[in-house]
């Protein structure tokens, strides 16, 4: 019996470092299908926002319409019959949705600010608009990008025109979507475009940087946007973009397509995650940003707070403050006003209780039963406090203004007429149990004031009540490490050994994060608690990175346990010069060990779905290297032969000293050219020769060791199925010209020895449809030229006994076995180029056949040049019989 695949393969064993690739390839995929599962496995805090009424959407003509567009007003109870009778009295809102968004997915933000309308009884009104852009692929296919940035702006004039003349809006506001808020930022490379017609942009889940280039489209209109909108360093913003307010609000984690460090555009004027925000504390996914209730409230309630301003404060500067209140820094209050914490407040009212207190550092009071008065605690400051800071935890204190400095009266000298008002620096904090703010002051700046007691203010309340209170010397609570992305592999890394009570501020420094090797590692911080003297306890971690806005929050309670997930998502800018850190506000009653430690598969995950997009570029570049290797073995061979793909992979001293040559060459022009290389995704090490090292590296084996496997599994069908492809090929044809199979199968066989011809229709089908699906087609032709290839050597080696016994004991002679594979191999090698080259073409084909029915033919087509040169050079390379050593 003939061993086909010894003859036909002839694959050698694998050497030791495809064995590692391949423990790496299991690690990886391990790793990424861990990320690709957490929505799954973990909880969604997010609760859904609901409909009080049913919602309706009106549609609106456009001029200039293409016919796949629409634009849509969105009206609900009472204000249908106004909105069908195109009535419209409020500030517009126009909702751009994004990479297959659709136009309904406006309801919750629009429904949420209507019933808080009615809520409030507010003379503020808005008007929702939706933009239907056909639910388009605009994430993996530039080539709409500008086609709905057209009808866009064509909308936002009918909208304005729309209204009547007294009330005819100033501006609008835009809420884009995911690739709707890239086509709201477009909407400024019009020169025509008025910009005094938009003053907020809020951008949900927007990749402000490419996932990937698709295209050459997608890498033209992103630099448009960055020419005009500045990218944070050298590039400013444009002067007439000044006074538009710009949010970007990012889903964390569990948003797997678009990942924070993509949300984070320096240009904006607040940088916000979902799970950073005040009230929100949750990650969302891609589209749970839009439904998540907390979330849309804190949206809706800056719209309210940002359509009227009482102070003296320009429209953006004001937009700015409300902005930072509800996104970033929010000290009480749901609702935001210019003097929701005066400066100066009265401290001597009358029915409370005065609790003098004295020099004493740390301070805890807990009412389990709350207190029938006010009670007003005076604490003088000690004379040594100019190094001191002082952390405070209010527990369901409902005052708005709770914390204060001021100088004793002189007659009393121990009470305070009036005091000045620091409660605008505390911050809600999140919590299972019981509302919390924290708040640190530096002490120096309560001196510089010639302050020299603080006062806190506890209001009447049958509600359980505590004031944590904690002054220290901030050098003996700070500690800075310098950062190794090795902490926490093998064992939890100790950052704090918390051995005393009434203590509450701890604070880690984590130097040199941002320069380290892997800046998205994922880290778990965790609180554990030693010893408590009481059974409820409460404490909270906190991670601060100093260049965006947010904090993340991890929680330790008696009754739930929420490790604080840290990673640098972002990176940071050239003039940051700020440590992120951690802060722990411990409860006074408890001793805790706080350790670090590195979550390797979360790590694994992460990086896999941040440079796996990667992965096509790595395959062209493996496939690039066999067929170097495979033509240099025909030119050195005397017999014009090379070998099978995996035999002619280049040997691992090769691909690491061609990977040096190649970063050495690209920091030198980094260094000479800074914006050559722009950041797509999330890579980060450009600029960074050992992260470039390190991880190409990796993603090489990686891939190397995917490829492997893919191409072995490729030859086997080859091998086994060829003549079931055969088959299926001439049902394909019967069903298509209504055949018989004997026509078919002559069909077939006239194809296979005329290959030009199937290569003409390629060119005529991607010259009148899409140039992807010309270049399918003739993948599919070209896999069935090697499935015919490949039989006709199996025919030979299943026929050689035969024909041996034949010519040998009939004639005498014995015939040779003359199989040449080189051909077999080197179209295998040019196959797979062929395939990965369709992959990366094929979001247009997808584009073309969800618009088929509106055009018979893709435009713009960016796989329309590649097809024809492809069509055209495969025609005549079939038709030849290569290799040829002297062509």
Not at 96 to 105: D, E, L, N, T, V
Not at 277 to 297: A, E, F, N, R
Not at 696 to 706: G, H, K, M, R, V
Request: glycine content about 4%.
């Amino acid at each position: 019996m003939v061993d086909v695949w010894k003859y036909v393969v002839k694959m050698k064993a694998p050497s030791p470092v495809s064995y590692v690739s391949a423990i790496l390839l299991i690690v990886f995929t391990a790793g990424v299908y861990k990320q690709l599962t957490l929505t799954q496995k973990t909880a969604n805090n997010c609760e859904m926002t609901f409909m009080f009424e049913y919602p309706h959407f009106v549609e609106i003509s456009v001029p200039m319409n293409r016919g796949k567009y629409n634009l849509y007003a969105y009206t609900e109870g009472q204000t249908m019959e106004k909105i069908k009778s195109m009535k419209f009295y409020g500030t517009p809102v126009i909702f751009i949705p994004g990479h297959s968004g659709s136009y309904r997915q406006v309801r919750s933000i629009a429904s949420v600010n209507i019933r808080k309308m009615y809520h409030i009884q507010s003379n503020i009104k808005f008007d929702f608009f939706t933009v239907d852009l056909n639910e388009e692929y605009s994430a993996v296919f530039g080539g709409v990008l500008l086609q709905q940035t057209a009808f866009v702006s064509q909308c936002i004039d009918t909208i304005i025109k729309t209204y009547e003349h007294d009330y005819k809006p100033t501006s609008i506001i835009l809420i884009g979507h995911s690739m709707g808020g890239i086509i709201a930022k477009g909407l400024f490379i019009d020169p025509l475009f008025d910009t005094n017609l938009v003053e907020l942009i809020i951008t949900l889940a927007t990749p402000h940087r490419p996932l990937f280039l698709a295209d050459h489209y997608m890498d033209s209109y992103y630099d448009q946007v960055e020419k005009i909108w500045g990218n944070g360093l050298d590039k400013p913003r444009s002067s007439f973009l000044s006074n538009i307010s710009l949010l970007s609000i990012g889903g964390g984690h569990r948003d797997l397509m678009v990942w924070p460090c993509l949300t984070y555009t320096p240009h904006a004027d607040i940088n916000a995650l979902s799970l950073a925000i005040p009230g929100v504390w949750t990650s969302t996914d891609h589209q749970c940003i839009l439904w998540c209730k907390s979330l849309v409230k804190s949206i809706v309630r800056v719209l309210f707070d940002s359509a009227e301003s009482d102070s003296d404060d320009t429209i953006y500067e004001w937009r700015k403050k409300v902005s930072t209140y509800h996104f970033d820094k929010r000290s009480n209050g749901k609702w935001f006003h210019s003097n929701l914490h005066p400066v100066t407040v009265k401290l001597n009212e009358p029915n409370v209780i005065e609790w003098n207190e004295t020099y004493k550092l740390q301070r805890s009071i807990s009412l389990e039963k709350g207190t029938a008065m006010p009670i007003v605690i005076h604490l003088p400051l000690v004379e040594k406090s100019l190094n001191y800071e002082m952390t405070a935890e209010a527990v369901n204190i409902d005052y708005h203004d709770w914390v204060f400095s001021c100088k004793p009266d002189y007659r009393s000298k121990k009470h305070c007429l009036f005091g000045t008002n620091w409660s605008s620096n505390s911050t809600i904090s999140v919590s299972k149990f019981m509302k919390r703010r924290h708040i640190t002051l530096k002490l120096p700046d309560v001196h510089k004031l010639g302050h020299s007691n603080l006062v806190f203010k506890i209001k009447n309340t049958k509600k359980p009540t505590a004031l944590n209170i904690d002054m220290y010397e901030a050098s003996d609570r700070t500690n800075e490490i310098t950062w190794r992305f090795w902490y926490g592999v093998f064992n939890r890394y100790l950052l704090w050994n918390v051995n005393v009570f009434e203590t509450i501020q701890y604070k880690t420094i984590l130097h040199g994060w941002p320069d380290s090797i892997c800046m998205h590692c994922v880290y778990n911080v965790h609180m554990v608690p030693i010893k408590c003297s009481k059974k409820n306890h409460h404490a909270v971690s906190k991670f601060i990175v100093p260049w965006t806005q947010g904090i993340l929050h991890g929680i330790t309670s008696d009754t739930y346990v929420e490790p604080l997930r840290i990673s640098l998502e972002n990176i940071p800018l050239s003039n940051a010069t700020n440590d992120p850190y951690l802060q722990f506000i411990l409860d006074p009653k408890c001793n805790y060990r706080i350790e670090l430690e590195l979550s390797i598969m979360d790590t694994i995950g992460t990086i896999g779905l941040k440079y796996g997009l990667t992965f096509p570029s790595y395959i062209g570049i493996i496939i690039l290297l066999v067929l170097s290797n495979q033509f240099s073995q025909l030119a050195n061979s005397t017999k014009d032969d090379c070998s099978i793909y995996h035999n002619s992979l280049p040997s691992i001293i090769r691909v690491f000293k061609t990977l040096a040559i190649t970063i050495c060459f690209l920091t030198v022009m980094q260094n000479q050219w800074p914006n050559i290389n722009k950041p797509i995704g999330g890579i980060d090490w450009l600029g960074h020769p050992l992260k470039a090292m390190i991880f190409s590296s990796l993603l090489y084996c990686i891939t190397n060791s995917f490829m492997y496997f893919a191409t072995v599994a490729l030859w086997m069908m080859m091998l086994f199925w060829g003549k079931a492809i055969n088959e299926l090929l001439v049902r394909f044809i019967m069903k298509t010209l209504r055949k018989n199979a004997t026509l078919s199968d002559w069909i077939l066989y006239g194809f296979g020895k005329l290959p030009i011809a199937v290569s003409m229709i390629a060119i005529l089908i991607s010259y009148n449809t899409c140039g992807t699906v010309g270049l399918i087609i003739s993948a599919f032709f070209y896999y069935f030229l090697l499935c015919t290839m490949v039989q006709d050597c199996i025919d030979q080696l299943i026929y050689y006994p035969i024909i041996f016994f034949k010519e040998y004991f009939m004639k005498g002679e014995k015939p040779g076995l003359n199989l040449s594979l080189t051909s077999i191999h080197l179209h295998f090698s040019l196959f797979l180029l062929w395939l990965l080259i369709c992959g990366c073409h094929l979001p247009c084909s997808i584009e073309w056949a969800r618009n088929y029915h509106h055009s018979k033919s893709l435009d713009p087509d960016p796989s329309l040049i590649t097809s024809l040169i492809l069509n055209t050079c495969a025609g005549i390379m079939w038709q030849m019989d290569i290799p040829k050593r002297n062509l």
